[in-house]
Every structure is written in structure tokens, then in C-alpha cells.
């Protein structure tokens, strides 16, 4: 049942249009009755909400509705519908007609028979309506009698009342005469909210329709035709909810839908159900993890045992070499140097490829490299570059400087060539570098001349041709490095026209090794005259993980494609063996396991050389990815309290905790206790000013000068307070973090003056070489406090001890640290300070992580005094070991009272110091 809301009379005048809507450009707001008519929303808006007006008319008196309809009925002038919607008692002629719809509806919702108004409705009306009678007759009607597509534009008129009442009287509505009221209830809800909306402009629109009454008939006509395309879509719906119980009742008896018992693709279509294309079922990925996949020799390296110690002799080093290792103190081959040198050897004749060392910090890998490379260069006789040896730092090429000149000593006998060995880091100015690695000669060949003087004069017809754009290709030669590699390959295999007639230029490599750091290297490529590595049968990437996830200038790339080129004919064959190319030798303590940073460097029949022994429970060996040298013993030490952390080290570097040389020093084969300088007599064959030699004591530490100002009872406790018998080696984690404990130690301790040292990357090259070199030779430095700088393969073979007093940025960094001690068979502590917030990355990533190998678990460490729970009377309980009890000990360590007086003391002082520096900068 339908009723209708009328609206209660409203001041006449319609609202002023500028206050609602702004007009259009085209209708200006004098003209606001216009704009009303044109607007094309109006329209629609209004046909969407049109109220099903017969059933009101029947059940207007009802008692739910009466309270709605008000007293005074708005003038039937003013009402766009009154012709159409007979709400209205004033209507006119058409209310009779209205009623009689309204009639209909009452009728077929009982009887299910639709009954079309047709007598006044225009012919194309009859044919719609007829159609939608049919398709209310039969709900499965087909496809075939659906309507085509309703036209572009609707108006609203009677017939909309037929379109409504077709959807109440759908087949499956029909009876459910409650359920068509609420419908009925909701559509006169939704028409009063859109009558009080469009109220303004209905009596516009109203009178204006009265007006023209043949626009009105048109209206209608398009009415109808909203009419019928309502009927189509709820015919469609009607036939959809017809034929959806019986495929459920499909699904639900056959199971999951065979393909031949899915619905036929007409019915789909029919529906719009048409399946969405889908994605190829993914298939099973039956491939292998990577692990299981390596190379063989990655998954099966070959293992020696680290204890294992050879004679040179029998690992193909002939005699005399030997003697003179070891009369340098190098008695037997190492574990590493057993492994590698008879496969670098040309006594090898099986599978003489590239071989990678993994192999635990200090355990000889330098010599293992060394020397069969000089051995096999001391079988030429020309000077020419034939092996690259690229390092990550200054002071590790001159460290592999000194091991080299060692290896050449060894092979530099009758018949042998003398090898020479140049370095290239960076400390000098490039033209010094390129004067020492090659020289510039000028040769008699006027063959050779007429060439290059041919070549001359074509290049300078070039020139004159291109003599306009000359700038732009300068230009772009300059920004293109690939341009100056050509240029620089040019320059090496095709002679010059030297300065003397019929001379040729020449140039020839002053060294038969460089050992160089990789921007350096890159530097030479490109811009020195007659630098050529087409002489290169070996390249060693020492610290390789290191110098591969690292870019340095993109050095690999430069290189790798300089090792390629064969210009020279048999330039890269080994004197005695039959093998040609480049050998490439790749190690590090922590070598990456990575093939995608391992496949830059082309890598030839492959082998891996593993160091490793028992684990610390007697498991069988496994590969771990870095191996820790066997006597080291590892400590960490819980730091409650970060504001006491240097009175922790203090105490650790006071107490009983610390390594002696005599305790580290075994009969392992270790040369430490036999150092000498195996380089004084050596002759230099390049430019290099590394003077190993100097043992300078003094204190390099840039603050360290100054302890004037430190309290008399400061002198006193010093002079009380013995020199340091023991070498330590402290890191922390930045320059200027060095700086600052290096001269807290010696405010709190100003005995250690002349003891302590400082380095960091901020000093010069030359100052860091005397300080590295007074530690190394066992000068007076005992403390020497760094950054990470030399955390990375420097040798020092007196260090007992490595303090982490700040913990390193991760596992690897922490196995090249600690690392720095325990070398060469000696024995060697660490220990690493840890605050309770790095505790948990500690044991996790490093004290407890399987990919670190050790013989003996890390230790826990206990320093300062705690209070007893029992008297108070404080307990020392340093020293005890990885107890249970103590691993979370909820109170903090205290220190002795003159201790921390001491210490708040040389803060004070510290910040006095550092507030005068800042004046003076
Ligand atoms: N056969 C040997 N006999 C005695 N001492 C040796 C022997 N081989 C090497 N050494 C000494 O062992 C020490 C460590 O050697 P080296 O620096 O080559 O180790 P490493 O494996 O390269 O260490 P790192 O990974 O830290 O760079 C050096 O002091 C070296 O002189």
C-alpha cells in the first residue's frame, strides 16, 4: 500500500537561486527561473523517486499515513505532476485515470495478473507494455525477449507506476503482501525526502509544464520507455532468482562442479557470470635450495687441519729457499701454507686453477701466496708486471710489502731473476708513483719508427678532418674512461716516435710485482703512460670479502677486462708449465661464500682451501663461515653501568685478566720471540718510503702531552702504579672515541705515559707506520688505543691482548678484531666490554653464533666489587667464569671509593681540556 506525503504549504516565493546553486556561466542569476528549467539534473533526480501515486490514492485515509497529510494541499498550478502524480483531490482529468491504475496495482498483487493501462498510451507504450506483461507472465522468459538498450534520456510520467508495480509483483513477491508494504513504506519515505528537496523547483517546473501540454505528452512517451527498460532488468532479475536455487541445488548434490556439469556458457552469458580469466596454476617448485646446489668445490673444500705443520722442503720450496726461511724464523710451512703453496707450485699437475684460502686470522696466508709467486717470477728474466696483488689498506700493503721482500730474498740466487716488488697506495703524488712503476726509454728500430711515424700522420689527418668538433669529442674523451683505457692500451702495444730519428719510445715496467690498494690501481690503468697488465698471469684479492661488497671505484670492472685481453702473443704463459692466463687467488679470515660477489672475478677451475679443526665439543668439522684461531680465549665482560665503562677497563687492564709474553709465547713454531727485522738489509726496489725500522717511543697520541695539571694524589697513586708489562690493544668504535679514552687512561693512570699510543685515520700515514712499528718490534707502546682502522690484517706478533671497549658493527669485523692477537701459534686474549643493551645482539651474533668457529666457548667475565647479599661487606668475584648464578646479577658492580673520586676527577679534567681546545680553535 502506498501513500503520499504532502508536503504542509510553504511561502510561495521559490528560494533565491544564487543562495543554493551557483548559476552557470550561461544562465546568470537574473534570470533564475530559466536556470530552473534548463537544468538537466532536476529531472532525473526526480524520476528516480517518483512515489507509486495510485496506491496512495486507495490507501489514503489509512490510518498509518494520516498524520502526514496536511491540512492545506499545495495549489495544483504550483505541482509539476499534477497531471501526473494524483496525490492531489484538485487534480484534474487525469485523476480518474490515476485511480484506476491504482486499482491495478491493488488487483495484480492479488491475482498476479498484470493489467496495463493501453487506451491512452501511444503505440510504441503498448508494444513495451505488452512485453513486460509477457515476461510477467512466464518468469524464465529468453534472452531473445529482453529489451534492447534503453534509450539516452528519461522522463518521468503514469508510467513509472507500472515500472513499480512490475517490481513489487515479481514472482517471488507475490503473496508476501507485508514485504511489498515496507517496500511501498520505504519508496514514499525516499520520495518525501526527495520532494522536500526538489520542492522549490516543482511549481516551476509545474507551471511551465501546464503551459505546454505537448511536452508533457513527450514526456510520457519517454516515461514509457524508463518503464519498459525497469520491466527488462526485473524480468532479468525475476529469471536469475528462477534459475539460482536450481544450480545450487547442482552444486549441492553433485559436489565440487565436474567441468561438464558447470553451468553452459549461454546461461552464463545470460547472467553476466561469465568466469574471469585466472592466472596459470603455479607449478611446484621442485628445484634444490641453493645450499644443496654449490659447486662442488664450494660444498667440498679441502680441509687441513690447523695444528698441521710441513717443512718447506717437502712441500716443493727447494733447499736453499728454505734455509733462508729459515734463517728468518719461518722453520716449517703453516697448516694454510702446507695446502696452498704445492697447488700454486708447477710441480702441481693436476688441475692448476684459482684457489681460495678461508683461513682463521694470523695463520700465515700472506706467505702462503707469496711465495710461489716470487718462485715463479724468479724463473723469467725480463722485468715486466706480472703479478697484482690489490689489499684493502695502506698498511696492509706494506705489510705484504715486507713478506714479499722476504719471498724474494728467499729466491734470489744464481739463475735467478732478482724479483722486484713495488707498492702503489696513494700516499704519493701519482707522478711519483708512475716514475717508480715505470720507466721511459727510447729504442733504435726504424722499422718501428716509420710505423709510428705513419701512424703519426694519420692521426693528425683525423684531426685536421674533425678539426670542428673537436671540443665536444675532447670533451666527451675526458668524462668516458673507457676512451682513456683505449687510449692508455694504445699507448702500451703500439710504439711512439721517440725524440732521437729513428727511435722508437719504450716503456717498460720498473716491477715484476705491484702490491697496490684498488683506487690506486685503477688510477694507474687509466692515466699512466706504458702501465700495462698484459703481462699479468697473477691476481690476489687479499681481504676479499672486503674489497668485493665494497665499489673502491668500481675497481673489479676497470681490471677484469684488462686480464682478458691477449694482445701480446704467450705473454701470459708460466715459464715452466704449460698452463697460460691468469691464476687468481682470492683469501680472507672471513672469505665471502657469496657467488654473485665471487663471479666478478671469473674465477678458472676453482679450488677452496678451509682451515678448520675439531670444534670446541669434538664435533665432526663443518664449514663454518669464519674460523677463529685456535688459542685464542675469548671474554665478555657485563658492563652495569655505561657512565663507569672506562673504570671497568681500567680495572681489566690493572687486574689479573690480562695475557703475559711469557705465557702467550708456545713451542708452536711461532717466530714472535725470535722477531728480528728481516727487512734492514733488504734493498728497496721502489720509491716507497716505509722505514719499518724506526721504533720511535714516543707517545703519538695527540692529547697524551698534557698531565700537568693532573692532582697530587694522582701523582702519588702513579707513582705507586708499575709500568705495563702486558700489550693491549683497545678499540672503539670512532677516531675521536679514541682519542678521548686514550687521554681519560692517562689522567687516571699518568704512569703509562710513555706506554700509551694512539691511532687513528685522521693521522698521517708515516706517523701511524712508526707507531704500528714501535708496537709491533715490542718498542715501549704497550696500550695502544684505535679505531677500526687497523681491525683488518695488520700483524702484530708481540700483542697479547684485544679489549673491544665498544663493541664492533658485526660478526666479521668482530673475527678480524680479535683476531689481532693469538697469531702465528701464539697464544692471545680478547675481550669485549658489554653494556645490557648490547648483550642480547652479543651472545646472538657472535659469542653464540655457529658461523664463528672456535675451540673454546666465549667466557663471562665479572669485574669491579658487588655487594655480598649476606654482610654487604663486598666480595671480588672477578675473574670467575660463565657462572649461572652471576650471568643476570641484578646489582650493579661498585668500585673501590678512591677509584671513582679518581675517576670523577679526570672527567672534570677532561672536560677542562676539551673546553680549552675549543677556545684556541
Ligand atoms: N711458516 C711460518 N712460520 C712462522 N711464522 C709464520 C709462518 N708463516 C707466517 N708466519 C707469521 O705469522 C704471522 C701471521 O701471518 P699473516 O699476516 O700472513 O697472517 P694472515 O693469515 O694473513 O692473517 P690476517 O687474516 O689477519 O691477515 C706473521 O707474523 C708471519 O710472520
Given at each position: 500500500m502506498y501513500n503520499r506525503y504532502i508536503p504542509p504549504s510553504r511561502p510561495r516565493q521559490p528560494p533565491p537561486p544564487a543562495a543554493q546553486d551557483p548559476p552557470p556561466q550561461a544562465n546568470p542569476p537574473s534570470q533564475p527561473e530559466q536556470t530552473n528549467v534548463v537544468d538537466p539534473l532536476a529531472p532525473v533526480s526526480y524520476a528516480r523517486y517518483i512515489p507509486p501515486r495510485k496506491a496512495k490514492a486507495v490507501v489514503e485515509p489509512s490510518a498509518q499515513t494520516g498524520d502526514h497529510v496536511p491540512t492545506e494541499s499545495p495549489s495544483?498550478?504550483?505541482?509539476?505532476?499534477?497531471t501526473t502524480a494524483p496525490s492531489h483531490d484538485s487534480s484534474p482529468a487525469p485523476m480518474p485515470k490515476k485511480s484506476k491504475k491504482s486499482d491495478d496495482v491493488v488487483l495484480r498483487g492479488d491475482s498476479d495478473i498484470p493489467e496495463s493501462p493501453k487506451k491512452d498510451r501511444k503505440k510504441t507504450k503498448k508494444k513495451k507494455d505488452k512485453r513486460a506483461k509477457e515476461d510477467d507472465a512466464d518468469p524464465a522468459v529468453p534472452e531473445s525477449a529482453l529489451p534492447d538498450a534503453p534509450p539516452a534520456s528519461s522522463t518521468v510520467t503514469s508510467g513509472d507506476t507500472a515500472s513499480i508495480s512490475s517490481h513489487t509483483l515479481t514472482p517471488d513477491d507475490l503473496g508476501d503482501s507485508n514485504r511489498e508494504k515496507k517496500s511501498a513504506d520505504k519508496d514514499e519515505e525516499d520520495f518525501r525526502q526527495t520532494e522536500k528537496q526538489d520542492k522549490s523547483k516543482k511549481p516551476k517546473k509545474e507551471k511551465k509544464k501546464k503551459k505546454k501540454p505537448s511536452e508533457v505528452e513527450e514526456e510520457e512517451a519517454d516515461e514509457d520507455d524508463a518503464t519498459s527498460r525497469h520491466a527488462a532488468i526485473l524480468a532479468k532479475k525475476a529469471k536469475s532468482l528462477a534459475t539460482a536455487p536450481e544450480l545450487r541445488s547442482h552444486t549441492d548434490t553433485a559436489g565440487p562442479i565436474e567441468p561438464e556439469a558447470q553451468p553452459k556458457p549461454d546461461d552464463l552469458g545470460k547472467h553476466g557470470l561469465e568466469p574471469l580469466p585466472q592466472p596459470k596454476p603455479v607449478e611446484a617448485d621442485t628445484s634444490k635450495p641453493t645450499y644443496d646446489i654449490l659447486p662442488s668445490w664450494l660444498a667440498e673444500p679441502i680441509r687441513v687441519g690447523p695444528d698441521t705443520r710441513t717443512p718447506f722442503r717437502d712441500i716443493g720450496i727447494h733447499a736453499r729457499a728454505a734455509k733462508f726461511l729459515e734463517s728468518k724464523g719461518f722453520k716449517d710451512a703453516f697448516a694454510v701454507q702446507t695446502a696452498a703453496i704445492p697447488l700454486l707450485l708447477p710441480s702441481c699437475k693436476h688441475r692448476q686453477g684459482d684457489l681460495l684460502v678461508a683461513a682463521a686470522t694470523g695463520s700465515g696466508k700472506t706467505l702462503a701466496y707469496a711465495l710461489p709467486i716470487v718462485r715463479d717470477i724468479s724463473q723469467g728474466m725480463v722485468t715486466r708486471l706480472r703479478a697484482l696483488v690489490v689489499l684493502p689498506t695502506r698498511e696492509l700493503v706494506s705489510q705484504a710489502h715486507e713478506v714479499f721482500k722476504l719471498c724474494a730474498g728467499a729466491f734470489d740466487g744464481r739463475g735467478e731473476k732478482r724479483v722486484r716488488i713495488g707498492i702503489s697506495v696513494g700516499s704519493h703524488q701519482l707522478r711519483q708513483e708512475q716514475a717508480s712503476l715505470v720507466e721511459k726509454t727510447e729504442r733504435y728500430d726504424p722499422e718501428a719508427y716509420q710505423d709510428a711515424l705513419r701512424r703519426d700522420r694519420e692521426a693528425w689527418k683525423v684531426v685536421d678532418d674533425d678539426d670542428d668538433d673537436d671540443d665536444d669529442d675532447d670533451a666527451a674523451a675526458a668524462a668516458d674512461p673507457e676512451a682513456d683505457d683505449a687510449q692508455a692500451t694504445t699507448n702500451t702495444t703500439k710504439p711512439l716516435l721517440g725524440n732521437l730519428p729513428d727511435h722508437v719510445v719504450e716503456y717498460n715496467s720498473k716491477v715484476d710485482v705491484l702490491l697496490c690498494t684498488p683506487g690506486r690501481l685503477v688510477d694507474h690503468i687509466r692515466h699512466t703512460p706504458g702501465f700495462t697488465l698484459h703481462y699479468v698471469r697473477w691476481l690476489v684479492v687479499d681481504e676479499a670479502d672486503k674489497l668485493l661488497a665494497q665499489s673502491f671505484q668500481g675497481w673489479l670492472d676497470v681490471v677484469m677486462p684488462k686480464l682478458r685481453t691477449d694482445n701480446v702473443f704467450s705473454a701470459r704463459d708460466f715459464p715452466d708449465s704449460n698452463l697460460t692466463g691468469v691464476r687468481k687467488l682470492v683469501l680472507s679470515a672471513t672469505l665471502t661464500r657469496d657467488l654473485s660477489l665471487l663471479g666478478g672475478l671469473q674465477l678458472r677451475r676453482p679450488q677452496l682451501i678451509v682451515l678448520e679443526g675439531a670444534d670446541a665439543d669434538g664435533r665432526k668439522p663443518q664449514t663454518a663461515e669464519h674460523t677463529l684461531p685456535s688459542l685464542l680465549e675469548e671474554f665478555a665482560v657485563r658492563v652495569h653501568d655505561p657512565n663507569l665503562k672506562p673504570l671497568y677497563l681500567l680495572e681489566l687492564l690493572q687486574g689479573d685478566y690480562l695475557l703475559s709474553p711469557a705465557e702467550s709465547a708456545t713451542s708452536s713454531g711461532s717466530r714472535a720471540e725470535e722477531a728480528?727485522?728481516?727487512?734492514?738489509d733488504e734493498e728497496s726496489d721502489t720509491s716507497s718510503s716505509a722505514s719499518s725500522s724506526s721504533t720511535s717511543s714516543s707517545s703519538s697520541s695527540s692529547s697524551s702531552s698534557s698531565s700537568s695539571s693532573t692532582s697530587s694524589s694522582e701523582s702519588a697513586t702513579a707513582a705507586a702504579e708499575p709500568p705495563l708489562q702486558k700489550t693491549v690493544l683497545i678499540f672503539t668504535k670512532s677516531n675521536e672515541a679514541a682519542l678521548r679514552l686514550s687521554r681519560l687512561l692517562l689522567l687516571l693512570q699518568p704512569a703509562w705515559e710513555g706506554q700509551t699510543a694512539t691511532l687513528t685515520s685522521t693521522q698521517k700515514t708515516s706517523h701511524r707506520r712508526r707507531i704500528l712499528a714501535s708496537f709491533a718490534a715490542g718498542g715501549s707502546t704497550r696500550l695502544l688505543v684505535a679505531s677500526d682502522l687497523v681491525a683488518r690484517g695488520i700483524d702484530l706478533p708481540t700483542l697479547d691482548n684485544v679489549v673491544n671497549y665498544d663493541l664492533p658493527a658485526g660478526p666479521a669485523a668482530y673475527v678480524h678484531r680479535v683476531g689481532r692477537t693469538a697469531r702465528a701459534g701464539r697464544r692471545g686474549r680478547a675481550f669485549s666490554l658489554v653494556e645490557a643493551r648490547e648483550s642480547g645482539w652479543f651472545w646472538g651474533a657472535v659469542a653464540k653464533w655457529e658461523g664463528i668457529r672456535r675451540s673454546r666457548p666465549v667466557a663471562r667475565l665479572m669485574i669491579g666489587v658487588r655487594p655480598r647479599a649476606e654482610d654487604d661487606g663486598g666480595e671480588r668475584v672477578g675473574g670467575e667464569e660463565d657462572k649461572e648464578k652471576e650471568k643476570d646479577a641484578p646489582e650493579p658492580a661498585r668500585f673501590e671509593e678512591d677509584k671513582m673520586a679518581a675517576y670523577e676527577r679526570a672527567l672534570e679534567e677532561l672536560g677542562r681540556e676539551a673546553g680549552r681546545v675549543k677556545k684556541r680553535s
Amino acid at each position: 500500500m502506498y501513500n503520499r506525503y504532502i508536503p504542509p504549504s510553504r511561502p510561495r516565493q521559490p528560494p533565491p537561486p544564487a543562495a543554493q546553486d551557483p548559476p552557470p556561466q550561461a544562465n546568470p542569476p537574473s534570470q533564475p527561473e530559466q536556470t530552473n528549467v534548463v537544468d538537466p539534473l532536476a529531472p532525473v533526480s526526480y524520476a528516480r523517486y517518483i512515489p507509486p501515486r495510485k496506491a496512495k490514492a486507495v490507501v489514503e485515509p489509512s490510518a498509518q499515513t494520516g498524520d502526514h497529510v496536511p491540512t492545506e494541499s499545495p495549489s495544483p498550478k504550483k505541482r509539476k505532476h499534477a497531471t501526473t502524480a494524483p496525490s492531489h483531490d484538485s487534480s484534474p482529468a487525469p485523476m480518474p485515470k490515476k485511480s484506476k491504475k491504482s486499482d491495478d496495482v491493488v488487483l495484480r498483487g492479488d491475482s498476479d495478473i498484470p493489467e496495463s493501462p493501453k487506451k491512452d498510451r501511444k503505440k510504441t507504450k503498448k508494444k513495451k507494455d505488452k512485453r513486460a506483461k509477457e515476461d510477467d507472465a512466464d518468469p524464465a522468459v529468453p534472452e531473445s525477449a529482453l529489451p534492447d538498450a534503453p534509450p539516452a534520456s528519461s522522463t518521468v510520467t503514469s508510467g513509472d507506476t507500472a515500472s513499480i508495480s512490475s517490481h513489487t509483483l515479481t514472482p517471488d513477491d507475490l503473496g508476501d503482501s507485508n514485504r511489498e508494504k515496507k517496500s511501498a513504506d520505504k519508496d514514499e519515505e525516499d520520495f518525501r525526502q526527495t520532494e522536500k528537496q526538489d520542492k522549490s523547483k516543482k511549481p516551476k517546473k509545474e507551471k511551465k509544464k501546464k503551459k505546454k501540454p505537448s511536452e508533457v505528452e513527450e514526456e510520457e512517451a519517454d516515461e514509457d520507455d524508463a518503464t519498459s527498460r525497469h520491466a527488462a532488468i526485473l524480468a532479468k532479475k525475476a529469471k536469475s532468482l528462477a534459475t539460482a536455487p536450481e544450480l545450487r541445488s547442482h552444486t549441492d548434490t553433485a559436489g565440487p562442479i565436474e567441468p561438464e556439469a558447470q553451468p553452459k556458457p549461454d546461461d552464463l552469458g545470460k547472467h553476466g557470470l561469465e568466469p574471469l580469466p585466472q592466472p596459470k596454476p603455479v607449478e611446484a617448485d621442485t628445484s634444490k635450495p641453493t645450499y644443496d646446489i654449490l659447486p662442488s668445490w664450494l660444498a667440498e673444500p679441502i680441509r687441513v687441519g690447523p695444528d698441521t705443520r710441513t717443512p718447506f722442503r717437502d712441500i716443493g720450496i727447494h733447499a736453499r729457499a728454505a734455509k733462508f726461511l729459515e734463517s728468518k724464523g719461518f722453520k716449517d710451512a703453516f697448516a694454510v701454507q702446507t695446502a696452498a703453496i704445492p697447488l700454486l707450485l708447477p710441480s702441481c699437475k693436476h688441475r692448476q686453477g684459482d684457489l681460495l684460502v678461508a683461513a682463521a686470522t694470523g695463520s700465515g696466508k700472506t706467505l702462503a701466496y707469496a711465495l710461489p709467486i716470487v718462485r715463479d717470477i724468479s724463473q723469467g728474466m725480463v722485468t715486466r708486471l706480472r703479478a697484482l696483488v690489490v689489499l684493502p689498506t695502506r698498511e696492509l700493503v706494506s705489510q705484504a710489502h715486507e713478506v714479499f721482500k722476504l719471498c724474494a730474498g728467499a729466491f734470489d740466487g744464481r739463475g735467478e731473476k732478482r724479483v722486484r716488488i713495488g707498492i702503489s697506495v696513494g700516499s704519493h703524488q701519482l707522478r711519483q708513483e708512475q716514475a717508480s712503476l715505470v720507466e721511459k726509454t727510447e729504442r733504435y728500430d726504424p722499422e718501428a719508427y716509420q710505423d709510428a711515424l705513419r701512424r703519426d700522420r694519420e692521426a693528425w689527418k683525423v684531426v685536421d678532418d674533425d678539426d670542428d668538433d673537436d671540443d665536444d669529442d675532447d670533451a666527451a674523451a675526458a668524462a668516458d674512461p673507457e676512451a682513456d683505457d683505449a687510449q692508455a692500451t694504445t699507448n702500451t702495444t703500439k710504439p711512439l716516435l721517440g725524440n732521437l730519428p729513428d727511435h722508437v719510445v719504450e716503456y717498460n715496467s720498473k716491477v715484476d710485482v705491484l702490491l697496490c690498494t684498488p683506487g690506486r690501481l685503477v688510477d694507474h690503468i687509466r692515466h699512466t703512460p706504458g702501465f700495462t697488465l698484459h703481462y699479468v698471469r697473477w691476481l690476489v684479492v687479499d681481504e676479499a670479502d672486503k674489497l668485493l661488497a665494497q665499489s673502491f671505484q668500481g675497481w673489479l670492472d676497470v681490471v677484469m677486462p684488462k686480464l682478458r685481453t691477449d694482445n701480446v702473443f704467450s705473454a701470459r704463459d708460466f715459464p715452466d708449465s704449460n698452463l697460460t692466463g691468469v691464476r687468481k687467488l682470492v683469501l680472507s679470515a672471513t672469505l665471502t661464500r657469496d657467488l654473485s660477489l665471487l663471479g666478478g672475478l671469473q674465477l678458472r677451475r676453482p679450488q677452496l682451501i678451509v682451515l678448520e679443526g675439531a670444534d670446541a665439543d669434538g664435533r665432526k668439522p663443518q664449514t663454518a663461515e669464519h674460523t677463529l684461531p685456535s688459542l685464542l680465549e675469548e671474554f665478555a665482560v657485563r658492563v652495569h653501568d655505561p657512565n663507569l665503562k672506562p673504570l671497568y677497563l681500567l680495572e681489566l687492564l690493572q687486574g689479573d685478566y690480562l695475557l703475559s709474553p711469557a705465557e702467550s709465547a708456545t713451542s708452536s713454531g711461532s717466530r714472535a720471540e725470535e722477531a728480528d727485522d728481516t727487512s734492514s738489509d733488504e734493498e728497496s726496489d721502489t720509491s716507497s718510503s716505509a722505514s719499518s725500522s724506526s721504533t720511535s717511543s714516543s707517545s703519538s697520541s695527540s692529547s697524551s702531552s698534557s698531565s700537568s695539571s693532573t692532582s697530587s694524589s694522582e701523582s702519588a697513586t702513579a707513582a705507586a702504579e708499575p709500568p705495563l708489562q702486558k700489550t693491549v690493544l683497545i678499540f672503539t668504535k670512532s677516531n675521536e672515541a679514541a682519542l678521548r679514552l686514550s687521554r681519560l687512561l692517562l689522567l687516571l693512570q699518568p704512569a703509562w705515559e710513555g706506554q700509551t699510543a694512539t691511532l687513528t685515520s685522521t693521522q698521517k700515514t708515516s706517523h701511524r707506520r712508526r707507531i704500528l712499528a714501535s708496537f709491533a718490534a715490542g718498542g715501549s707502546t704497550r696500550l695502544l688505543v684505535a679505531s677500526d682502522l687497523v681491525a683488518r690484517g695488520i700483524d702484530l706478533p708481540t700483542l697479547d691482548n684485544v679489549v673491544n671497549y665498544d663493541l664492533p658493527a658485526g660478526p666479521a669485523a668482530y673475527v678480524h678484531r680479535v683476531g689481532r692477537t693469538a697469531r702465528a701459534g701464539r697464544r692471545g686474549r680478547a675481550f669485549s666490554l658489554v653494556e645490557a643493551r648490547e648483550s642480547g645482539w652479543f651472545w646472538g651474533a657472535v659469542a653464540k653464533w655457529e658461523g664463528i668457529r672456535r675451540s673454546r666457548p666465549v667466557a663471562r667475565l665479572m669485574i669491579g666489587v658487588r655487594p655480598r647479599a649476606e654482610d654487604d661487606g663486598g666480595e671480588r668475584v672477578g675473574g670467575e667464569e660463565d657462572k649461572e648464578k652471576e650471568k643476570d646479577a641484578p646489582e650493579p658492580a661498585r668500585f673501590e671509593e678512591d677509584k671513582m673520586a679518581a675517576y670523577e676527577r679526570a672527567l672534570e679534567e677532561l672536560g677542562r681540556e676539551a673546553g680549552r681546545v675549543k677556545k684556541r680553535s
